[in-house]
């Protein structure tokens, strides 16, 4: 062979041999939630682009699409499932439509601390719900933190179930909220979110509920003057990712990206929790009038829900049912 040939060849060998790392093409992840720039989700998101930016030498890039800029909880659920868009980290609660069993992690009064509800979602239950998500077109990467959700109103502090007799109270359109309002005499009212703050203005509804810090980032204390705290719901929101895009990914990709979330979930439940803390006071200071539920007060509503968990449990897949319950016992230990 010829010293040009040589050179020609041993230069074909190096282009090959550099071909893999090379056809790790930049890609544009598009990461849409219905949280504004300054709630902690968005802080998560934040994180998690800063991590899987680091991990893939700046090649994986998420592109973040806060405050519903791309569509209402549904629309993006259904974007994710058609590979228009790649990322969302909706409340578990809108999965409830296309896996049902989501709505165990809606039971009211189910879990006491922050501590019980990592353990329920980081463990088997919360692997079990997930492992139902692929054959719905959608991939998850864990749970995020958003937190206890509370009662606000503009008619009187919530600090015993009678207290929501014939509230019009806006709740996420999902059966197991419907059904838990509807057994406190409530009136509730399906809608979703990013009409909410315009319904509370107009007194199209009564009321609301959602975690202290969502309360603080939409401005209600704008349109609310009860902030009660009912703790009624532990909320999760949950990172998805299309599997349309999922797929379309390398092993070693899909790796970062698992990593990624996992080191962003510690951080963005740290900023949520303490950002939840922080918002009472500003609520407060913003002239909400702020109230506690006394225990024994949350033990009788626990008990006049539970006929709607029994219901729910029901229509669920029984081996979902028995793991979430054998799991509550567990956590409460």
Known sequence: MKPTARILAAAGLCLLLALPAAAQQERVIRFGHLNNADHPVSFGVKRFAEL??????????????????????????????????????????????????????????????????????????????????????????????????????????????????????????????????????????????????????????????????????????????FLSATNHVYAANIVLVSKKFWDSLTPAEQKMMNDAANEARGYQRQVSRAAAQRSVGDLQAKGMQFNEVAPAEQARMRQIAKPVIDKFSASYDPAIVKLYNDELARIRK
């Open 52 to 225: 899987l930016a680091a991990k893939s030498g700046g090649k994986l890039k998420v592109q973040e699409f806060p405050a519903s800029q791309l569509g209402n909880e549904m629309q993006q659920q259904s974007a994710l499932q058609g590979g228009v868009q790649q990322m969302s980290a909706p409340a578990t609660t809108s999965l409830a439509g296309i896996v049902k069993e989501f709505g165990l992690v809606d039971f009211p009064f189910a879990v006491g601390s922050f501590a019980q509800a990592d353990a329920l979602l980081d463990g088997p239950l919360g692997q079990a719900l997930i492992a139902k998500l692929p054959e719905k077109g959608l991939v998850a990467l864990g749970y995020w933190d958003l937190g206890f959700r509370n009662v606000t109103n503009s008619k009187r502090p919530i600090t015993r179930a009678e207290d929501f007799d014939g509230l019009k109270l806006r709740v996420i359109p999902n059966p197991v909220f419907l059904e838990t309002f509807k057994a406190f005499k409530a009136n509730p009212v399906p809608m979703p979110f990013a009409e909410l703050y315009g319904a509370l203005e107009a007194k199209a509804v009564d009321g609301q509920e959602n975690p202290f810090a969502v309360i603080l980032s939409n401005k209600f204390f704008e349109v609310q003057k």
